[in-house]
């Protein structure tokens, strides 16, 4: 158990839909990341996020977007679905002054 | 930009043999390299980092990796493969931020590891 949460673990939503995913980090960590990993695009760096601003943006899609609250959870909006958006969605964390990033279980995201 | 190649998708070795996944990176500053192991259906799990200093690692399971700085190389190894070893390993190359801490990671493709009986 890494100790960063993600839910749910398994969606499924039909195409133009909007769904919200989870994630609490390990306690004490300020930094959270998202990553996709899919079949055709591997594990792909989405943003990231350190005690409530944005750090770090990667291969994020415009209908995708992300926030970290106070209390240091984040979310991950993707909007407008496609078939292409299927994929395993991760989140992970860090200490800022660290340098081990630890990654939740993931939430599977099916889009029919 | 840091980058990360995976030489073999897919590697099968015996129960028993030396496990050899091979990892180079490209980076323009010193990075942090990673390698993750990802059992099917669950998540990534760190088996080993480098950061600095020794620069043969060893990590959970019995893995072990070693930076050469002049190969641009991190391969992961294993004396004698298990069973339970059969995964998917990526390698991973993050840089320093600001405040010395890990940037976001970037991942190699990936290494499919196969374990013969």
């Known amino acids: 158990d890494s100790g960063v949460t993600q839910t749910p673990k398994h969606l499924i939503t039909a195409t133009g839909q909007r769904v919200t995913l989870r994630c609490s980090p390990r306690s004490g960590d300020l930094s959270v990341y998202w990553y996709q990993q899919s079949l055709d695009q591997g594990l792909q760096f989405l943003i990231q996020y350190y005690n409530g601003e944005e750090r770090a943006k990667g291969n994020i899609l415009e209908r995708f977007s992300a926030q970290q609250f106070p209390d240091l959870h984040s979310e991950l909006n993707l909007s407008s679905l496609e078939l292409g958006d299927s994929a395993l969605y991760f989140c992970?964390?860090?200490?800022?002054?660290?340098?081990?990033?630890?990654f939740g279980e993931g939430s599977w995201l099916t889009v029919v | 930009a840091q980058s990360v190649t995976q030489l073999g998708s897919h590697v099968s070795v015996s129960e028993g043999a030396l496990v050899l996944l091979r990892c180079n990176y490209s980076?323009?500053?010193?990075?942090?390299l990673f390698w993750y192991v990802q059992y099917p259906n669950q998540g990534l799990q760190l088996l080993l980092k480098y950061t600095t200093g020794a620069t043969l690692v060893k990590g959970i399971n019995g893995f072990e990796a070693e930076f050469k700085k002049s190969e641009t190389s991190f391969h992961l190894t294993k004396p004698s493969a298990h069973m339970s070893d059969a995964a998917e390993y990526f390698c991973?190359?993050?840089?320093?931020?600001?405040?010395?801490?890990?940037?976001?990671?970037?991942f190699g493709k990936g290494t499919h590891l196969i374990i013969q009986p």
């Open positions: 991973a190359v993050s840089l320093r931020d600001s405040g010395g801490g890990a940037d976001g990671l970037t």
């Open positions: 992970a964390s860090s200490v800022f002054a660290g340098n081990t990033i630890y």
């Open positions: 980076s323009s500053v010193p990075p942090y």
